[in-house]
């Protein structure tokens, strides 16, 4: 079982919608990640957040707006999203960045498959 | 040329066969550095961390050459259920970006 929890587990919208991806995380780690993985591709990363705050926005279109209430929950908001962003969106925790040259795996969550008509 | 480059694939092999996996990557200052496997529909989940002296899990061996920038992954005596895709992934300078490569499917066959 993933330590990090993903909610929903499917979701289906339309263009016009509103709704939020979100990530739990109770294993004390400051990093939280947002990946997007599109069928037969690597993740890809869009969001970094360490302490609270977004270190890394991979250019994300604006219709993606993350969130990070504390350090355990990490949210995705999603509207007016395109048939492309159709893919499966993972959040991931590590204990913290990298820096250095430490060592920090991410812990991924089983995802949310999103399917946009 | 892409930052993280690995083997095609996919490898086809039978039961018991040692098989490897390259990768290599072209940011001289890259950190850190591991192998995930990601079965289908699934996940990635960690498989190991690789080091500059090399380390060893059981039946998987993880090498790291940064004079030469690649990392490796070896694994012996396969099993049905190391069928997957294998993820190289590297933490770029400064540790902040974490990049995947394509990965690398493997079928091991009775």
């Known amino acids: 079982d993933t330590e990090v929890t993903q909610t929903p587990k499917h979701l289906v919208m339309g263009m016009t919608n509103k709704k939020s991806l979100k990530c739990e995380q109770h294993m004390g780690h400051r990093a939280m990640y947002w990946y997007k993985q599109k069928a037969k591709k690597p993740p890809e990363l869009m969001f970094v957040y360490s302490y609270e705050k977004l270190s890394i926005n991979e250019s994300v279109p604006s219709r993606f707006s993350p969130e990070c209430p504390n350090s355990s929950l990490l949210n995705l908001h999603l509207h007016a999203l395109q048939p492309e962003d159709s893919a499966l969106y993972l959040c991931?925790?590590?204990?913290?960045?990298?820096?250095?040259?430490?060592?920090?795996?991410?812990?991924f969550g089983d995802g949310t498959r999103l399917s946009i008509l | 040329r892409k930052e993280v480059e690995q083997d095609p694939g996919p490898f086809n092999v039978p039961e018991g066969a040692t098989v490897a996996f390259n990768c290599t990557y072209s940011?001289?200052?890259?950190?850190?550095f591991f192998w995930y496997r990601q079965d289908c529909r699934k996940e990635p989940k960690l498989l190991m961390s690789v080091y500059s002296s090399g380390n060893e899990d059981g039946r998987f061996t993880a090498q790291l050459n940064r004079a030469s920038q690649y990392i490796s992954l070896l694994i012996r005596d396969s099993k049905l259920s190391d069928s997957a895709t294998y993820l190289c992934?590297?933490?770029?300078?400064?540790?902040?970006?974490?990049?995947f490569g394509a990965g690398t499917r493997l079928f091991v066959k009775a």
């Open positions: 940011n001289s200052a890259s950190q850190s």
């Open positions: 991931a925790s590590s204990q913290d960045l990298a820096r250095g040259g430490s060592n920090q795996p991410q812990h």
């Open positions: 992934v590297v933490n770029g300078a400064g540790g902040f970006k974490t990049i």
